[in-house]
């Protein structure tokens, strides 16, 4: 008789049987490959942020400068080269923030390298030019992977769509 109550209570011990083991790494397979999938989307999100403040921070940089310097500030955008320069009156200013030696912001780094500039439009050109008191000569867009950022014509502010 107490051989059969011992072998009762062995029978209902705690643990893991094989199969819920099995079904628990199952689930942590799933979920890690469901995360490792959109971790790319995700990147991409977030490095298009990333060159949309870069490009935002200093369009409103050109535009102070054009307004404290009481000169012309261009911004000149190549989408061939996925970069920009800002140029004063007296040429390229090559100690402008996140430029390289040439004065050149690229976005096309290993960081942004997934970006691409679609298209450029102010007026028909690829240049945005602050007047010295810092309007705009005339507003447009840049357009990125999957946004737009419009310079608006007279006030020189931004929006993202």
């Not at 004063?88 to 923030?97: E, L, V």
Request: proline fraction near 2%; hydrophobic fraction near 40%.
């Amino acid at each position: 008789m107490q051989n059969t109550l011992h072998s009762k209570n062995c029978s209902n011990s705690s643990g893991f049987s094989m199969i819920e083991l099995i079904i628990v790494v199952m689930l942590i397979g799933i979920f890690t490959a469901m995360a490792l999938t959109r971790t790319d989307t995700g990147l991409t999100t977030i490095r298009e942020q990333i060159a949309i403040d870069q490009i935002t921070n200093d369009i409103d940089l050109a535009r102070s400068m054009a307004f404290a310097q009481n000169e012309a500030i261009t911004i000149i955008f190549d989408k061939n080269q996925e970069s920009y320069g800002v140029y004063n009156g007296s040429g390229i200013i090559k100690d402008f923030p996140n430029s390289n030696s040439d004065g050149i912001i690229s976005l096309d780094n290993s960081y942004l390298r997934n970006l691409d500039i679609k298209e450029v439009s102010f007026g028909g050109s690829a240049n945005l030019q602050f007047q010295p008191l810092g309007d705009p000569v005339s507003g447009g867009t840049i357009v990125l992977n999957t946004k737009t950022i419009t310079v608006e014509p007279i006030t020189g502010k931004w929006s993202v769509n």
